[in-house]
């Protein structure tokens, strides 16, 4: 018998057309490092008396289905869950390279029908109605760089076969730490030792009473655009800008030697004011807990621009 192993998982993604209904094709190979992303149906313990000490049978709760994807920063695959994060974007270019320009504050967000597979089973689980909900990732000098895509799902269909056809697959081409740099209106900003990002659409489950006991759908409320800065205490700009309540434009974008690039631009970025504590002997470091809110010239809280091969997302 075959015991299932993560180095032969699979993962296929596609949007639907139509809101929990997996499409018949159109699904892509998707690269992943681990994933969560499951459903699960607790039971319900009898409260009823009268039977002895030994309880009866327990009843099925609703079931529940979501989880995380940690996923690579990468040049093509990653537009997929920009696009899951923010919907459809605007892309120009007549030909190679494409720019991919996804804006925040769209009041709907495409659902995707996610697949994941364990062929040695064997076992294919589908997840149909997946709704992203949050999106985050971390900026550092070293190590490998993925994000994190939580996610909401309608329910889970398994099967001993794939139901996503012959996936398309990408070219992977990864961004890593190394390629990474942050701008702050403009000017490099200098002495960061790390970073957070986290982009929340902060979904509303829809909890109708249904015979599946599946949800109806989960739709975006009041999005969240926070994070974190751990700089070196070097000079006073990001305290005053704190102190005098001001907006800054940050911006956090990753190049590649062969023309690929990903930006993220959050266009009003507020800095609460940071406490400067002297641990030690060792250089001072402060860590900044910044929140973004919608910009009134440009009209919104970020943009992400990807810039590749693909035409069309």
Known sequence: MARA???????????ETTYGTPPASGFTRMPFASTSLGAE???LNSELLGYGRDPLAPIKDAVTADGDVVVPLDAEAFGFWLKAAFGTPTTSGAEAPYSHEFQSGSWTLPSMSIETGMPEVPRYAMYSGCVLDQLSWQMQRSGLLTA???????GETVGTTTSAGTPAALELKRFGHFNGAITRNGTALGNVVSAEITYANNLDRIETIRADGRIDGADPSIAALTGRIEVRFADQTLVTQAINGEACEME???????????????????LPRPRIEISGPQGVQATIDWQAARDSLVGRMCTATLINDIEVY
Do not use: C, I, K, N
């Not at 192993?5 to 949007?15: E, H, S, T, V, Y």
């Not at 956090?252 to 507020?270: D, I, K, N």
């Open 252 to 270: 956090f974008g990753y190049a590649l030697p062969s023309g690929e690039s990903f930006t993220f631009t959050v266009h009003a970025v507020y």
């Open 5 to 15: 192993q993560g180095a032969r998982a699979l993962m296929a993604l596609a949007f």
């Open 148 to 154: 994190t895509a939580r996610l909401v799902a309608q």
């Open 41 to 43: 149906q607790p039971l």
